[in-house]
């Protein structure tokens, strides 16, 4: 029966909930918004196939094999506006359901809220929702037990999530199929629902409307200086950086993430996943190509899936091979290093809860000077003139 006693030891995935036979594991949420497995002990047999399928506590090596980094671009530029990066990923999924395929991905659904979704048809609206980072933890319940069936009944399926989030879905497949792609996004760490929603409500508060489209990462002013934009019912937009987003500022002070992801089991360059993805800041000088900051994905081909997977959408795509630990040098710490714990890790959360401010609770944790706001302001107006 898995117990979950120090919280850095479950990152969530949900494996043992979706392999429990009797159904007897449900994820709740705590006092931090995060979910953990809570078991209906009267129904449980004991049969221990929850700490089989648990990721962390049977962490895999993957097989060690050359990786192939490369740095890459969709060639329509109406893709590239709109995603975080390079727009990869939009391919692979176009790819995928043309063979009657199905595709697992995040979207923001109608409530602000991140979730993965069962995708299989290519004119379904949701399809544009799924490229892009999504800065907070999807809701992935019930939906190992879809992908496997898809996979017994023989069709290809492309799951994307986060490496906590493949890795479980590995474990509880419990064997390879050759049908299965994997695609894990290089993260920071998993920040607080609970913090999203009180963000969305300060927002909305501020805006007198609700939120209807989300960006954590928009190219409103370039893609080096990435920015949140959310888009409000009553027409008006907000855009901020993490210089002075409230959401952003938190994330990246590392005052909001999971306990897992301070000590992150994934966190590794070869991994269970066939395609790795993450952002290449540094495209100009990897590849050796004019960086006109529109953006690049570094992409590392895991395995000899990974690889078909990649040569089938190519001709879609700008590709330029480069050093794998360069690329990891200069962009990617994120690939093998976890976030840092910060003191006020603890107290930010605790006392989230009974704010009733967002903006005077964070002011006790981190600063954002009149400089910093000046600065945000005047983005547009350089931008404008570039």
Partial sequence: MIDVRDKKKCCGCTACENACPKKCITMVEDEEGFLYPQIEVSSCIDCGLCEKVCPVKNTVSPVRRDLKTL???????????????????TSIMEYVLRQNGVVYGVIMDDDRVAKHIRLEDSHDPRIKKIPGSKYVRSDICGIYRPVKQDLDDGRIVCFSGTPCQVAGLKS??????????????????????LYWKKFVEYQEKQYKSRIIETKFRSKTYGYHSGSMRL??????????????NLYLKAFFEDLCSRPSCYECAFKHAHRVSDLTVYDSWHAGELAGIKDDDKGYTNVIIQSENGQMLFDAVRETLDVYE???EKAIALDGCMVRDSVSWNPKRETFLKDLGQAEDLKAHCKKYFKISAVDYLIESLKKYVYFFK
Wanted: charged share 25%.
């Fill in 322 to 324: 480069v050093e794998t």
């Fill in 71 to 89: 740095v890459v671009r969709d060639k329509r530029a109406d893709i590239v506006r709109s995603s975080t990066s390079g727009g990869t990923f």
């Fill in 231 to 244: 888009l409000f019912a009553n027409g008006k937009k907000y855009v901020g950086s993490v210089r002075v």
């Fill in 172 to 193: 509880y497949l419990r064997q390879d199929y050759k049908n299965l792609f994997t695609v894990d996004v290089v993260c920071r760490g998993n920040p607080s629902p």
